[in-house]
Every structure is written in structure tokens, then in C-alpha cells.
């Protein structure tokens, strides 16, 4: 027995042994990595990024992150942290080496003057465990593949024909006329109705999960119901925020919802991959003159994907982009319009001068000609950045303009492998580029200049350089249609009195939304 105890105490003195070897060489990777750093930093004549080093192998900040989540307010935590640091610093943590940036002129070495240095780093894995394999998960080859032959999907002649909105707005403005006198959740109802729109591009199948309806697809209760794609894709869109604060580590984030979230979007599309592959149109029903003529994104595509699973993760890109970023913006909009009835007012007077009640004038060129509705457009994505980020990772060891020395100015040092995050949320609110009012919500900054801001890439809703988003015109277009629809329509679109001075927190998934919904009233 004697023999047995002291073998237990010599297995636990190896384990404490283990225990703490690993903070000791972890600690020791790190301050090698820095010393590697700022030997490279002279061997290029530049100066090094200011670290925000916790101490503690950045464990305690991973765990504020979390918390920022959580809390919902991820962006005001990263703004926090710009007032303590500067427009650029290292994150530094044993999970990886984090460059922030809000410099306008790092952005455009990044993703214009440079994109060739840089790739998605491990934004590809992380997103990809989501919507697989496609143009907003790919790198290189592969993604040149990939915008080659989604562009031409993306032609003027298929976008801008605003009879595609019509339908799913008018389904819009029934359902907010049912409520009148209450007050509802309008983003509720963006979501649904992006949602029928993007399916509806996709596959030509109408969905109605405006309407409320939840039959599963072909009424074949093996397949999903859109309530099923709703709800996995707004879990999914959030769950991959939380695995990407964890950098490197991001696999150890998962969940059995998360999985199973991913799987019934892909056997929603599974359905008209297989309706692509057989028929040239996917619609069972009789279709009226426009439908049978109308482009349908899926049966296009199959043409030049012969692989399923491959079709499968375009369409699945290509939804997440249309549902999420275009809802995100259609929420983030009524939140301020909402707020702010002389801005709705003035907004309301410029659609019906020009147009009256009529949505035959609503078309794409005369959309784009509102000037203010442009501008409370573009103040929306400035103010609330829908997409609030941006990662990219080197190639090889880059120099980037600015961001080094104690001031942030000096040329500095990325190494090869290193996470680059554009943080547009906090660039776009920026004062010193955007004057002191870059907090406040006044679309009259853009009616007084198309570009604000000293440099144009200080604005950057939809990315920059080659891999601009390729359905920016489309989800602008819609946005654009269904405010003037929604204008037409109501008098006055308000918020409820205690809701005015709560603050704007978010829900961080790939696109920003408000948390807690957009409460409105409307009246006609």
C-alpha cells in the first residue's frame, strides 16, 4: 500500500510538472516571437506596431471578448480599445497575433494597391465550416474561378429590373398594414422578406416566410421549412463571430446546434441542386409572362458547375450575402428613419414629389437618382456598418504604410501569417476623418459632397479593390425600392417612446443587426 502511494504522488508531481511547463513554454513562444519581430523590424528600417499585451497570454482578453459578445457589444469594445491603443495595434495572444487597423491608407494597401500579398488567412476555414467551399470563403485560383463565373449572374439585365423587388415588397406592406396600431418588429420582417427575395433570385421558388408560411419545401416533411432556414441561419451567421474571436482556436467553439443549423441549409439547397440538374426551369406551377423569361440564378450556374456540393456552397454564399447584409441595412435604416421623423418626413416628400403613389417610376436609375434617399443609404452604412470587418492574412512579410511608433504613423511590419483586421465599424465612426458630428446619424453630410470624407477609403461598405462585393448593386437596388414602397405607403413610421433613448446594441454575426429587434408603429 505504502508502494501505491508513493507511485500516486510521483504521477501527480509529473503532472504538476506538465501543468505548469505548458504557460512556460507557451510564455516562451511569445517572447520569442516578439523578439523575431522587432530583429525583422530593424532589419527593414521600420518601426514596430504597439502591442496591447494582457499578460496573460491573452486569455483574459479572449474571455472580454466573449463577455463583449455576450453583452452585445463587440463593436463599442473594439472602439474602447482604439481610444486606449491608437487606429493600430497588435492583439496579441497565444491564439495568434491580431492586427487592428481604422487607417484608411492601410485599407487600401490591403485590398487594392497590394490584395495579391494577402488572403483570407483563417477567415476561409472559419467561415467555410458554415457555407463551404465558395467565392467568399476562397482564395487565390479558386476565387478568380469563382467571380468569373458568378459575375456574369450579376449583369445589369438581371439586376436591375425592380418587377423582382414588387412582390415581396407588396407582401411587405400588407403585413405592416396588419399591424397598424401596434406596435411589431420590423426587422422581423426584413429578415423574412430578404430572405424570400435571395431564395427567389436563387432558385425561383417563392418561399412567403413573410406571410407567415412554414410548409416544407415540395410538402415533403423531410425537407426543411423556411422557419428551419430562417432560424439555422441566423444561429450559424452568429455562432461563426464567437469561433472567430477565438482566432486559431476557433475549432474548439462548436455546438450540436451549430452543426445541425448547417445541415439543413445545405438540404434546403440539396433540393434544387437536384431540380437544376433535372429541368430547365425549377418551377412546378404555371408562370406568368415575366417568370418565363425570368433568370434564375441556380439553373444558370449548374450550366458551369458540375459538381453538387460545389453548387450547393455558391448558392449558400451567395444567400448569406443576400439575406443577412441586405436585412442588416434595411434595419439599421428604419432604427434611425424611426428615430427621426424629420429625416422619414423629408425622405417621404422627395419619393412621392418625384413619384407620387405609382411604383411603375420605381425604377433602379430613377431609385439612384433620389439624392436623399441615397444619402440616409449611405449615412446608415457609415454610422452602422453592416459588414463591421475585414480579415485578411499575408502571403509574406509585407510593409504596410502606416500604423508603427509610438504615435502610429511610421511604415510597420506585418509578418507573414499574421491577422489583418480592417475594423470599418470604428474607421467609418472616426472623428478625425469624419468630422465631430461621426457619431451622429445626418444624412445631410452627403448631400453636400458623393465622398465626405478627405479619402475615399475611409468609406467602405462593400469592401474595396478586386474583391468588392460582387452584389452590391443588387442589394442596393432592393434596399433603395423597398424604402420608397415603405414611404409611399406610410405617413410616418415612429418608435415607441421608451425606446428612443435606449442605445443601439448589436447582435455581431456576418452582419450587424439591431438587438432586440426594431420596434416601430406606422401609420398611412
Not at 436563387?202 to 423556411?226: A, K, S, V
Not at 418625384?354 to 446608415?380: F, I, M, P, Q, W
Not at 459588414?387 to 507573414?416: A, H, Q
Not at 410616418?492 to 420596434?519: H, I, M, R
Amino acid at each position: 500500500m505504502l508502494l501505491d502511494i508513493v507511485s500516486n504522488l510521483q504521477t501527480y508531481k509529473y503532472f504538476l510538472y506538465f501543468l505548469v511547463a505548458i504557460p512556460l513554454v507557451l510564455w516562451a513562444k511569445e517572447k520569442y516571437k516578439v523578439i523575431r519581430y522587432h530583429r525583422k523590424c530593424r532589419q527593414y528600417g521600420v518601426a514596430p506596431v504597439k502591442i496591447d499585451n494582457d499578460g496573460l497570454l491573452g486569455f483574459s482578453r479572449l474571455f472580454a471578448k466573449l463577455d463583449d459578445a455576450k453583452n452585445h457589444r463587440t463593436m463599442e469594445g473594439f472602439e474602447d480599445d482604439i481610444k486606449r491603443m491608437g487606429r493600430t495595434y497588435n492583439m496579441k495572444s497565444v491564439m495568434g497575433d491580431v492586427i487592428v487597423t481604422t487607417q484608411p491608407e492601410n485599407a487600401k494597401f490591403i485590398l487594392s494597391t497590394n490584395h495579391n500579398d494577402f488572403s483570407l488567412g483563417i477567415r476561409s476555414d472559419q467561415l467555410a465550416s458554415f457555407i463551404g467551399n465558395g467565392i467568399f470563403t476562397q482564395n487565390g485560383h479558386n476565387w478568380k474561378h469563382s467571380r468569373s463565373i458568378l459575375k456574369p449572374q450579376f449583369a445589369r439585365s438581371q439586376i436591375t429590373d425592380t418587377r423582382f423587388f414588387e412582390k415581396n415588397a407588396d407582401n411587405l406592406i400588407n403585413v405592416m398594414k396588419e399591424q397598424r396600431g401596434n406596435v411589431f418588429d420590423v426587422m422581423h420582417y426584413f429578415q423574412c422578406m430578404t430572405l424570400d427575395f435571395a431564395v427567389e433570385f436563387l432558385t425561383g421558388e417563392r418561399l412567403g416566410c413573410i406571410l407567415g408560411n412554414n410548409l416544407p419545401l415540395n410538402n415533403d416533411y423531410n425537407n426543411p421549412t423556411p422557419g428551419d432556414l430562417q432560424n439555422a441561419l441566423g444561429f450559424a451567421s452568429e455562432f461563426v463571430i464567437k469561433r472567430a474571436i477565438a482566432v486559431g482556436f476557433y475549432w474548439l467553439f462548436t455546438s450540436e446546434r451549430f452543426n445541425n443549423s448547417v445541415t439543413i441549409a445545405q438540404r434546403f439547397f440539396d433540393v434544387f441542386v437536384k431540380k437544376a440538374r433535372k429541368v430547365t426551369s425549377i418551377r412546378s406551377e404555371p408562370q406568368d409572362e415575366m417568370n418565363k423569361e425570368r433568370f434564375i440564378f441556380i439553373n444558370e450556374l449548374s450550366k458551369q458547375v458540375q459538381d453538387d456540393a460545389d453548387l450547393r456552397n455558391q448558392c449558400m454564399n451567395v444567400l448569406l450575402a443576400g439575406r443577412d447584409t441586405t436585412a442588416s441595412l434595411l434595419s439599421l435604416c428604419f432604427h434611425y428613419l424611426s428615430r427621426n421623423p424629420d429625416i422619414y418626413k423629408r425622405l417621404r416628400e422627395e419619393i412621392n414629389e418625384t413619384y407620387g403613389d405609382s411604383k411603375e417610376g420605381l425604377t433602379s436609375d430613377n431609385l439612384r437618382a433620389c439624392k436623399y434617399l441615397k444619402a440616409v443609404v449611405n449615412e446608415t452604412l457609415r454610422i452602422a456598418s453592416t459588414v463591421p470587418f475585414n480579415l485578411r492574412s499575408p502571403e509574406k512579410d509585407v510593409i504596410l504604410p502606416t500604423g508603427g511608433g509610438s504615435d502610429g504613423t511610421e511604415p510597420m511590419l506585418v509578418e507573414k501569417g499574421t491577422h489583418v483586421l480592417i475594423l470599418t465599424y470604428a474607421l467609418h465612426r472616426d472623428e478625425g476623418y469624419w468630422g465631430q458630428d461621426a457619431k451622429m446619424f445626418n444624412p445631410e453630410r452627403w448631400m453636400e459632397s458623393s465622398q465626405p470624407a478627405a479619402d475615399p477609403w475611409c468609406f467602405l461598405p462593400f469592401s474595396g479593390g478586386p474583391r468588392i462585393c460582387i452584389g452590391q448593386q443588387l442589394a442596393l437596388n432592393e434596399v433603395y425600392y423597398t424604402i420608397a414602397r415603405v414611404c409611399q405607403s406610410f405617413s410616418t413610421v415612429g418608435t415607441p417612446q421608451d425606446e428612443k433613448s435606449k442605445e443601439l446594441q448589436f447582435n455581431a454575426g456576418v452582419a450587424l443587426f439591431p438587438y432586440g429587434g426594431v420596434p416601430v408603429y406606422a401609420n398611412e
